[in-house]
């Protein structure tokens, strides 16, 4: 079965629970399995590349940059050195974003914002980052309305139809 990885930092996990939820169930509709990862701070980033590293063609998916701390010996980030897909959905404008997207990342990786700051000039600030698109913000709290599940549904829905779509016909940025 092919799987999805998806990766959220422990100190997110109460805000981002519904969401990522919500994130697995249109997986797993697309026949993926979906495994969720909250990363512990103080752990071996070895504890969950180990598992990254296994997913060959498929799809590691992070939520505000979670694991991009992760370096390797030469300091290039780790997860360039993943063969799987991977989307990593930037929420709000964190101040760590600006340090970690000035670094190069494979032509894998699709970014997905909800910054117009971020959006508005990556292809000048961010130059190395292959691909970055604006997408509407998703709700985020501890407990969501009925409304916001199906908002963050529809736009988890695009983010995720994008990239499929980009993978089947691949254009010029």
């Not at 799987?3 to 994130?23: A, D, G, W």
């Not at 598992?51 to 998916?61: I, P």
């Not at 300091?75 to 897909?85: G, H, K, W």
């Not at 894998?108 to 961010?126: L, P």
Request: charged share 30%; aromatic share 12%; net charge negative.
């Amino acid at each position: 079965m092919k799987k999805t990885v998806i990766l959220c930092e422990e100190k997110n996990r109460q805000v981002l629970r519904e969401t990522i939820s919500i994130l697995k169930e249109l997986w797993e509709n697309m026949g993926y399995e979906a495994l969720i990862r909250y990363l512990e701070e103080d752990a071996s980033p070895d504890k969950y590349m180990n598992e990254l590293v296994n997913l060959k063609e498929e799809f590691v998916v992070t939520f505000a940059m979670a694991g991009f701390e992760w370096r390797g010996l030469m300091e290039q980030v780790r997860f360039n050195t993943l063969a799987a897909m991977q989307i990593h959905i930037l929420i709000g404008e964190l101040p760590q974003y600006d340090f970690f997207l000035k670094k190069e990342f494979g032509i894998h990786s699709f970014f997905f914002t909800d910054s117009e700051v971020i959006a508005g000039n990556w292809k000048t600030k961010y130059p190395l980052v292959p691909f970055l698109k604006k997408c509407p913000p998703l709700y985020i709290s501890e407990h969501l309305s009925d409304e916001e599940k199906q908002l963050n549904r529809e736009n988890l829905k695009d983010i995720l139809k994008t990239v499929m779509a980009f993978i089947e016909k691949p254009s010029v940025l």
